[in-house]
């Protein structure tokens, strides 16, 4: 039996296509997986994204406990930044889940994946130890996804109609990263498409009327297969795929979201990953475009050079594919790519192959983020 | 409410058949599986002339969300391709059954047909497969 969010009769009524996601049935789109991605990049999509796990972490002890469970630093949060992205990692280094931290009243509010949400929970729970801090699922809270250049002024119309005017003043106000707690309602100014937006966490017994009040002023359902391409046009990574427990954060191009300082702050995984990076990164993600016909998956190989050479069989492997799709935005395949930098000498040409089918197809390595606030910013 | 006409035979592998007559078919792939794939974004269609057996890989279509092999659902010679889709792939979803064929075989040997399913037959292997 798979569950469903609170949102799961409009999914219906709204003749999503569902799909098993991690254990929820989840909207796939709602009709056309390509129109729901132009709307979010275009006007405003919204998304349900209840099946997210939502943590609250409260007590006297949380902040000291977050020093020690991530890999970035909470103190980073005050003021207008309320929301920060961290990694959790084990004693290896590698990465347990990556997650979203919300300053809250008395403490703080984590939202991580629902795929790792039973071993997120465990870990949690075995790293509290001594700590004086609660850490309480709320599966009593749904979450929304309202993405795209219209989103903060169709949720304003929406708040000022059905909630409050302070509301709606409140979170126009809000900058990028920042969020407020109005009246159980949690609105953050955050995202996974590259669009402006808000991520609202509100109680689930609301969350269908709210969705209804968003469809009325034209705000577009989108499915999980949108939301995917949408990050990956934004070169976001997406966990057991760019990055997992047995991969280095510093091979995800996640180096940035370590606080390395103060360098007294004792976090799990410290030890290794300072340890790795004093060894040297030989990897990293790169961004690939592929304009001929066909589609990037994950897990296809890359080759450097051979474009020059047709003699394909000297070019070497370099590395694989960890994301790929049609870019809807640019009308040809993108993807995301993990390559070893000693394989293809100190730096990598921009120009290369890769192998689908057994055949081999010519493709130009970019930074990794393709799209961003509707604009298209391959260099 | 996905169609699955009468007058065709389907393999298993969700691919569609139509006798044009003179051992000459039409292959394309069902409503059923243009619904389960999405969005089509990209089409591999075989080459005029390629000698296919059964079950032999004659093609591919791609989705935004996943890649699916296409079969020769019978044996013969490959006498015209959908050069269209390649273009259009997005026409396999408008029409699956019309506009959206992807190529024509001559047959060398028609007792094969006998091999395939019936639209019921069909109707229900995709029961199965999305009870499962």
Redesign the interface.
């Known amino acids: 039996m798979l569950l469903r969010t609170s949102l799961y009769s409009a999914h219906q009524k709204l003749a999503a296509k569902l799909v098993d996601f991690g254990g929820w049935e989840m909207p796939l789109h709602y009709g056309s997986q390509i129109a729901e991605h132009h709307s979010v990049r275009r006007q405003c999509g919204m998304f349900d994204v209840s099946h997210m796990t939502i943590v609250d972490v409260l007590g006297s002890g949380a902040r000291a406990y977050l020093h020690y469970l991530l890999a970035n630093d909470v103190d980073k949060l005050s003021g207008d930044r309320q929301a920060l992205y961290s990694l959790m990692l084990n004693e290896a280094g590698g990465v347990i889940d990556d997650l979203m931290i919300y300053m809250i009243d008395k403490g703080f509010r984590l939202v991580v994946n629902c795929a790792t949400r039973v071993k997120d929970l465990a870990w949690m729970e075995a790293q509290a130890g001594s700590f004086d801090v609660t850490v309480t699922e709320r599966d009593d809270m749904a979450m929304l996804a309202i993405q795209g250049p219209e989103a903060i002024a169709k949720v304003q119309t929406v708040l000022r109609r059905h909630r409050s005017e302070h509301d709606s003043l409140m979170i126009a106000q809000l900058p990028r990263f920042g969020a407020v707690v109005l009246d159980q309602w949690h609105y953050a100014r955050t995202g996974y498409t590259g669009e402006d937006g808000l991520e609202v966490m509100l109680p689930a017994s609301q969350a269908e009327a709210f969705w209804w009040q968003l469809h009325e002023v034209g705000v577009a359902p989108a499915g999980l297969g949108a939301r995917d391409t949408l990050r990956l046009e934004a070169g976001l990574n997406l966990y057991g795929h760019e990055m997992d427990e047995q991969t280095s954060p510093l091979e995800a191009n996640l180096a940035w979201t370590i606080a390395w300082q103060p360098e007294d702050r004792n976090f799990v995984g410290r030890a290794a990953v300072t340890k790795a990076r004093e060894r040297g990164v030989h990897k990293k993600l790169v961004g690939v475009l592929m304009t001929e016909r066909g589609v990037l998956r994950a897990q296809q190989s890359i080759y450097c050079g051979g474009i020059e050479s047709p003699d394909t069989e000297t070019s070497t492997e370099i590395g694989i594919v960890t994301s790929g799709s049609f870019s809807p935005t640019l009308g040809y395949s993108v993807g995301l790519a993990r390559v070893d930098l000693s394989e293809a000498g100190s730096s990598i040409s921009d120009a290369g192959e890769v192998e689908i089918r057994g055949k081999r197809k010519a493709v130009r390595f970019v930074a990794a983020g393709f799209v961003r606030n509707g604009q298209i910013t391959i260099d | 409410m996905v169609e699955t006409p009468a007058d065709l035979k389907y393999a298993e592998t969700h691919e569609w058949l139509r006798q044009d007559g003179d051992g000459v078919i039409t292959i394309g792939i069902t409503d059923y599986a243009q619904?389960s794939l999405?969005?089509v974004?990209?089409v591999?269609l075989p080459e005029v002339g390629d000698q296919l057996s059964a079950q032999d890989e004659a093609g591919?279509v791609?989705s935004?969300?996943a890649?699916s092999d296409i079969y020769a659902p019978v044996s013969g010679e490959v006498i015209a391709i959908n050069e269209e889709l390649?273009d259009e792939p997005g026409t396999i979803n408008e029409s699956p059954y019309g506009d959206g064929w992807f190529f024509k075989m001559r047959m060398s040997d028609p007792s094969e047909l006998a091999s395939l399913l019936s639209a019921e037959q069909y109707i229900t292997t995709t029961e199965e497969e999305d009870e499962g």
């Open positions: 619904e999405g969005d974004v990209y591999e591919a791609e935004v969300k890649a390649e």
